[in-house]
C-alpha cells in the first residue's frame, strides 16, 4: 500500500525552530516529487512548494520562499520541512502529499502534522 | 500568474445532483490539467479527479469533471448525492510560466 506517515504534532513557542517529517512507503520514492501543502484553521489549501528527491531540487510558492526550508533524503524515504524561526502565524495543519508530474496532481496525501505556535 | 476561483458554498437535497465551478483568471483552463479534491472534516484532502475527467480507482462514477473553454472553467459534478459526499472541495491546476501548483478557494458542498 502506498503511504506517506508523517511525524506527530507539535506545539512550539515564536522564535524556535523546528523540522516535520513525510515518510514514504508502498512505491520508489525517488520517483515522485514531494508537495508540502499548508491548511491554517479552518481556511483552504496553500501550495507552499515542492522537492524532487532523486535529487533534492526544489521549487518554492513565493508566499513561502524564504520562510520554510524543504528537503528529503531519498536514502530513508523521507521529506522535511523546517522553518528556523517560527511565528504564530505558522499554526497550520501541513500536509505532504505524493506529486506527479504528468498532470501536476497530488494522488497520495499524507496524515498531516499540526504545528501551533504559542507564547 | 493566474487564479482559480470557486464559489464559496453550495448545498442540495440528497439524490440531486450538483455541480461546482471553477474559473481560470487567465491564460486558457485547457493549458493545464485540472484536478478535485475532497476533504471531509479532520481528514486529509483526497483526489477524486484528476486530469480533467480522469477517476480515480475506488472513486464512485457519481463524480464526474469537465472543462469548458468557453466559460473557461472546469466542473466537478456529483450525482446521486449521498450525506456522506458532504465535504469541501478544492480545484487545484498547475502554473508552468513559474512552475507553481495553484489550489482554488474551496467549496464547502452541504448536503441537506
Known amino acids: 500500500e502506498v503511504q506517506l506517515v508523517q511525524s506527530g504534532a507539535e506545539v512550539k513557542k515564536p522564535g524556535e525552530s523546528l523540522r516535520i517529517s513525510c515518510k514514504g512507503s508502498?512505491?520508489?520514492?525517488?520517483?515522485?516529487?514531494i508537495s508540502w501543502v499548508r491548511q491554517m484553521p479552518g481556511k483552504g489549501l496553500e501550495w507552499m512548494g515542492r522537492?524532487?528527491?532523486?535529487?533534492?531540487?526544489?521549487n518554492y510558492s513565493p508566499s513561502f520562499q524564504g520562510h520554510v526550508t524543504i528537503s528529503a533524503d531519498k536514502s530513508i524515504s523521507t521529506a522535511y520541512v523546517q522553518w528556523s524561526s517560527l511565528k504564530a502565524s505558522d499554526t497550520a495543519m501541513y500536509y505532504c502529499?505524493?506529486?506527479?508530474?504528468?498532470?501536476?496532481?497530488?494522488?497520495?496525501w499524507g496524515t498531516g502534522t499540526t504545528v501551533s505556535v504559542s507564547s | 500568474n493566474f487564479m482559480l476561483t470557486q464559489p464559496h458554498s453550495v448545498s442540495e437535497s440528497p439524490g440531486k445532483t450538483v455541480t461546482i465551478s471553477c474559473t481560470r483568471s487567465s491564460d486558457s483552463i485547457a493549458s493545464n490539467y485540472v484536478q478535485w479534491y475532497q476533504q471531509r472534516p479532520g481528514s486529509a484532502p483526497t483526489i477524486v479527479i484528476y486530469?480533467?475527467?480522469?477517476?480515480p480507482s475506488g472513486v464512485p462514477d457519481r463524480f464526474s469533471g469537465s472543462i469548458d473553454s468557453s466559460s473557461n472553467s472546469a466542473s466537478l459534478t456529483i450525482s446521486a448525492l449521498k450525506t456522506e459526499d458532504e465535504a469541501d472541495y478544492y480545484c487545484q491546476s498547475y502554473d508552468s510560466s513559474d512552475l507553481k501548483v495553484v489550489f482554488g478557494g474551496g467549496t464547502k458542498l452541504t448536503v441537506l
Open positions: 486530469e480533467d475527467d480522469q477517476r
Open positions: 502529499a505524493r506529486l506527479r508530474l504528468t498532470a501536476a496532481d497530488m494522488d497520495v
Open positions: 522537492i524532487d528527491p532523486s535529487n533534492s531540487y526544489t
Open positions: 508502498g512505491y520508489s520514492f525517488s520517483s515522485y516529487w
